[in-house]
């Protein structure tokens, strides 16, 4: 399957990364660690290069940047800066600060959309969505796929052959047969092995473009929920 089939709404760049980065640890926009913020910014690309995504050349550029910040927070100043000498992060908070601007417009844009989607008025055109979309950050998708790698790692297994992604869509569907919806992260839980969560993961993409499955969030930075498509017929 080509990932690229699917819009993945939202998450659009690295500032998308950053943001979910520092509101998930809590962290003070205008007083980013950057060693903290660097190491869980490439581990989260080590996740997204092991799904054999394409990481577009700004997520590594901002890791580049990233790196430069750290070293340069590190480095002595000098006299003639003194102790008030410019922060290097500040143009990174710039940035971010913009993009916050240009997300908050987005998310009210959208949920107006959301709200007068069917609403039609006489002689208007009705247009018809080409690409399925995921109504939710892909972040969060990276955040499931990147802690069910860690439970595995713990688990030491030898890995086996490729695991078919009709075994997991079989079982994806199975799950939202039984219930009314099920938590993103409970699919991956009983994935024992690196290309079982890696197929978890297509068989979603999959079912989400066969418009079998809806992946949503109730508000910003909450639980994500699946739940299955009912058929009209």
Known sequence: MNLMDIHLNVFEGPLDLLLYLIKKNNLDIYDIPVSEITEEYLKYLDVMKELNLDIAGEFLVMASTLMQIKAKSLMPKKPEEGEEGQDPREG??????????????????????????????????????????????????????????????????????????????????????????????????EETKIRGVITCFLALLELVKLNKITVTQDDSFSEVKIYLIESKS
């Open 92 to 189: 990174l908070v710039r940035m971010l600060e913009e993009y916050q601007k240009y997300k908050a417009a987005s998310a009210l844009l959208s949920e107006r959309f959301n709200k007068y989607k069917d609403v039609f008025y006489r002689g208007s055109p009705v247009f018809q969505a080409q690409d399925k979309h995921l109504d939710v950050e892909m972040v969060y998708l990276i955040d499931a796929v990147k802690k069910a790698f860690e439970r595995v790692a713990l688990r030491r297994e030898i890995e086996a052959e490729d695991v078919p992604i009709e075994s997991r869509i079989e079982k994806i569907l199975k799950v939202l047969t039984e219930k009314k919806w099920v938590l993103l992260d409970d699919i991956f839980k």
